[in-house]
């Protein structure tokens, strides 16, 4: 088990150590929700373009919100270890278990039997419509593969070993291209054997998974007494629900931009989905700066080492602004050659670049933003970062998008601007906070 101790040594070293896997599972993770996009464009067809693309919205949804609460596992298991406490993560697995099954089976049935209604929601164009609502309930179907992968990955950057979720999503990326090839290219099954490769990607990820891990040294000890619903749940939740909502609210207003954007027509909506899948390659440094931020900050405020964790943030916010410089470049000049890998579609990939070019910005907002996330959740602020997120959401990205898409002749270059706007407004908040409660974060 390679688990990291983050407070001592070189910042820099340690935490581009452990961010770099991180973002090669985020990468991997990308890639593994964009082959189903990319193969259905190539080997399907325009309408199966569009119900992939806003069929996984409504399970980024569930995805995302899941993230968001398992971040609370990570930042209780660091904070034990740079306590000295692992002798309590047994007790924190147990509670896991049992919280998340319970949680999968409730997800699970309201996925298969609410698909129309979701999918109605979205504005999904009409000739997409079926093949959508049949996305949601076959990822609906097998989303406790889903739940389990994401509450792996949390647990063992929790212990500081960022290697193994890497491991765990190439095994379901490498089933994934698989799947997808021999059921859509192969079979001609389209947006329904897009979805079972997905799903039947994490089942096998999971279960190899388990069977590693089984085999491996723990710095900690379980037993089955351990499992139920105990005080570490109440713990966990309370780190991890603000996040969790934060990322159910913030990806409802994505999913209400979707729709706005849906009523543009096919051409627009399968312009948008690949545009999405860009833009999530696009956001992955940010992504891992902000969860190796957590768990480096979370250890260091255990060891009571502040003024390292800040220095962490600084570093962290250094590396993501060398790196959104190079990413923003690219986005700008080769919108349109990103967007024609997924399809050759000339109006869907005109859409996807003019939506690009007005997102680029957050490539370079984002790495200031992500970081001070980050070492905010690290500090357990998980509150104010959820109030901060849906202000950015709701009082900026949402409003914005939809006044520019019922424009005349709208434009997705100026929807797609909306994000960044609402990042710099979040920054504003951000910094504001800090400022305000310096003493108090600080001593914490």
Same mark, same amino acid.
């Given at each position: 088990m390679n688990n990291q101790d983050f407070t001592s040594g070189s910042i820099v070293k340690k935490l581009l150590i452990?961010?770099?896997?991180?973002?090669?599972? !985020? $990468?991997?993770?990308?890639?593994? +929700?964009?082959?189903?996009l990319l193969i259905v464009g190539w080997f399907g067809s325009t309408a199966g373009i569009s119900a992939v693309s806003t069929g996984s919205n409504v399970v980024n949804l569930v995805t995302f919100t899941i993230t968001g609460l398992t971040m609370g596992i990570t930042v209780l298991i660091s904070r034990y270890i740079g306590e000295g406490k692992s002798q309590r993560i047994g007790k924190v697995l147990g509670g896991v278990i049992a919280f998340f099954i319970v949680l999968s089976i409730i997800i699970a049935v309201l996925m298969l039997v609410f698909a129309p209604q979701l999918t109605a929601l979205m504005q999904a164009p009409e000739e997409a419509l079926k093949l959508t609502i049949l996305y949601v309930r076959i990822c609906g179907g097998g989303i406790l593969f889903v739940i389990a992968y994401n509450v792996l990955s949390a647990v063992f950057r929790g212990l500081g070993d960022s290697t193994s979720p890497l491991l765990f999503v190439a095994i379901a990326c490498v089933v994934n291209i698989f799947g997808d090839l021999v059921l859509v290219a192969g079979f001609h099954l389209n947006v329904v054997g897009a979805a079972i490769a #997905? $799903?039947?990607?994490?089942?096998v990820s999971v279960i190899l998974s388990l069977i590693i891990i089984s085999k491996r040294e723990l710095p900690f000890t379980m037993k089955r007494q351990d499992i139920g619903f105990n005080s570490e749940v109440i713990k966990f939740l309370?780190?991890? +629900?603000? $996040?969790?909502?934060?990322? !159910? =609210? #913030?990806?409802l207003s994505f999913l209400a931009l979707c729709a706005f954007i849906n009523r543009l027509g096919l051409d627009a909506s399968s312009g948008y989905g690949i545009a999405q899948k860009v833009t999530s390659f696009i956001l992955l440094v940010p992504s891992s700066l902000m969860q190796s931020m957590s768990s480096f900050v979370a250890q260091n405020v255990g060891a009571r080492q502040e003024k390292r964790a800040l220095k962490a943030l600084l570093t962290g916010m250094g590396i993501g602004l060398l790196a959104g410089c190079f990413i923003f470049t690219a986005v700008m000049l080769k919108a349109d050659l990103f967007a024609s890998i997924f399809t050759n579609d000339k109006a869907v990939i005109q859409c996807a670049g003019e939506y690009l070019r007005g997102f680029a910005p957050e #490539? !370079? =907002?984002t790495s200031i933003s992500f970081s001070l996330i980050?070492?905010?959740n690290g500090h357990e602020r998980t509150l104010f970062v959820m109030i901060q997120g849906l202000a950015q959401s709701f009082i900026?990205? =949402?409003p914005v998008s939809y006044i520019m898409s019922i424009q005349p002749n709208a434009s997705l270059t100026l929807i797609g601007l909306a994000a960044p706007l609402a990042t710099a407004f979040g920054i504003v908040i951000l910094v504001a906070y800090f400022i305000k409660n310096k003493n108090s974060i600080l001593a914490n």
């Open positions: 452990f961010m770099v896997p991180i973002l090669g599972a !985020l $990468i991997l993770q990308a890639m593994y +929700s964009a082959v189903d #997905t $799903i039947a990607a994490q089942a309370r780190l991890g +629900s603000p $996040i969790a909502l934060q990322e !159910l =609210l #913030t990806n #490539t !370079l =907002l980050g070492y905010y900026v990205r =949402l």
